[in-house]
């Protein structure tokens, strides 16, 4: 079974418009962190966002935040007023609670945003 | 710029030759990681360093091998390269638990 799984391989959204990328995921580690990125067509990950699995509040960075479902078992991404520049790939990630300071992130296929004028 | 760099930015070399991608992570960060994305496979993890120790294996080949410097720096060395290899590898960094910031990767090509 997958461990991240973003439904959405592509979205098209009328900039200023608010949009939600969906995100779920699939573990059983009671410790656990939700990452969004951001992968522009030059290439480079941006990191966006983090929730901690016990984090009691969602996660905000600026126009970003984080709605996340515990009980759902999802990190949905919502990005207020869109922006030309927001087109690109959006990849959801985790980090399970592998202990001894073990991280490596499992990624999402990613959804494809493309902000139109 | 997220203050990972990695070298070199673009790598083209031929099947069954060896390389080196190379990785210097944000001041203060202790740890290192390596991730390849490509068309079939997606971004995976390969592995993560941690001061100078290996702390975790993730989806890496026998033939592809890491090792991170006392001045933290990082390698990746992959051998035997097929043409498969092709892909973009990431290396990232961390200080704790809630932030990883990647650099901008480097696209090797194999022929």
């Known amino acids: 079974a997958q461990k991240i799984t973003q439904t959405q391989p592509g979205m098209f959204v009328q900039e200023k418009e608010a949009v939600t990328l969906d995100c779920t995921y699939d573990?059983?580690?009671?410790?656990?962190?939700l990452f969004w990125y951001k992968q522009p067509s030059s290439g480079e990950m941006i990191f966006l966002i983090y929730?901690?699995?016990?984090?009691?509040q969602n996660a905000t960075e600026g126009r970003y935040s984080l709605n996340f479902q515990k009980a759902r078992k999802s990190a949905n991404l919502v990005i207020s007023a869109s922006q030309l520049g927001d087109s690109a790939m959006y990849f959801c990630?985790?980090?399970?609670?592998?202990?001894?300071?073990?991280?490596?992130?499992?990624f999402g296929k990613g959804t494809h945003l493309i902000i139109q004028p | 710029d997220s203050g990972v760099t990695q070298t070199p930015k673009h790598l083209i070399t031929a099947t069954g030759q060896r390389v080196t991608l190379r990785c210097s992570p944000r001041?203060?960060?202790?740890?290192v990681y390596w991730y390849q994305q490509s068309l079939d496979q997606g971004l995976q993890f390969l592995i993560q360093?941690?001061?100078?120790?290996?702390?975790a294996k993730g989806n890496i080949l026998e033939r592809f091998s890491a090792q991170q410097f006392p001045d933290l720096h990082s390698e990746l060395n992959l051998s035997s390269l097929e043409l498969g290899d092709s892909a973009l590898y990431f290396c990232?960094?961390?200080?704790?638990?809630?932030?990883?910031?990647f650099g901008p990767g480097t696209r090797l090509t194999v022929l």
């Open positions: 990232a960094s961390s200080v704790g638990y809630s932030e990883q910031f």
């Open positions: 573990t059983s580690d009671q410790s656990y962190g």
């Open positions: 929730q901690g699995s016990y984090d009691e």
């Open positions: 990630a985790m980090r399970e609670g592998r202990g001894g300071g073990a991280d490596g992130l499992t």
């Open positions: 001041s203060g960060d202790l740890s």
């Open positions: 360093y941690y001061n100078g120790e290996e702390r």
